[in-house]
């Protein structure tokens, strides 16, 4: 499945947008939070490693199972410095519930409701998300916007 997450603002302490799975308003869709944009100054090209949404592009989902996020997925586009694990400028970028961008490292959350700063319910979109998208690979992410 190809996934779609369109950004829509960022006020420099979050990032927020929707993500679906589909261009059509009937299809499901998701709000979502994340950190803010912040370059990396030393030139890597995947953003300040958790403190930074990641930029915008193309990206393969690759199954993540940890204690801490299992059966998670994690974005992957090595041209954008952004690989599964490390050694690797951006590494473990996933998908994952959240509320707040303060609890992210550079990953991103849905919700079901976008509240200012923040989306609410966001393991109840987590496990909508999960019901519509089986666990494996060969998913893809077309991150656009800000």
């Given at each position: 499945?190809?996934?779609?997450l369109i950004r829509d603002s ?108 923040s989306v609410l319910r966001s ?24």
């Open positions: 499945m190809n996934l779609l960022d006020d420099g302490v979050c990032t927020l947008g929707v993500l679906s799975l589909g261009p059509n308003l009937d299809d499901p869709h998701w709000q979502t939070i994340e950190r803010p944009w912040i370059a990396d100054l030393t030139g890597k090209l995947g953003g300040l490693a958790g403190r930074s949404c990641v930029p915008p592009g193309n990206y393969d989902l690759v199954i993540h199972d940890s204690e801490a996020h299992p059966e998670t997925w994690a974005l992957v586009n090595p041209v954008l410095g952004v690989r599964h694990f490390p050694p690797s400028e951006r590494s473990a970028v996933l998908i994952h519930p959240a509320n707040y961008a303060h609890e992210l490292r550079g990953c991103i959350a849905p919700g079901l409701i976008r509240a200012p700063r393991r109840d979109a987590f496990a909508q998300l999960k019901a519509v998208l089986p666990w494996r690979n060969g998913h893809t992410l077309e991150i656009r916007g800000p």
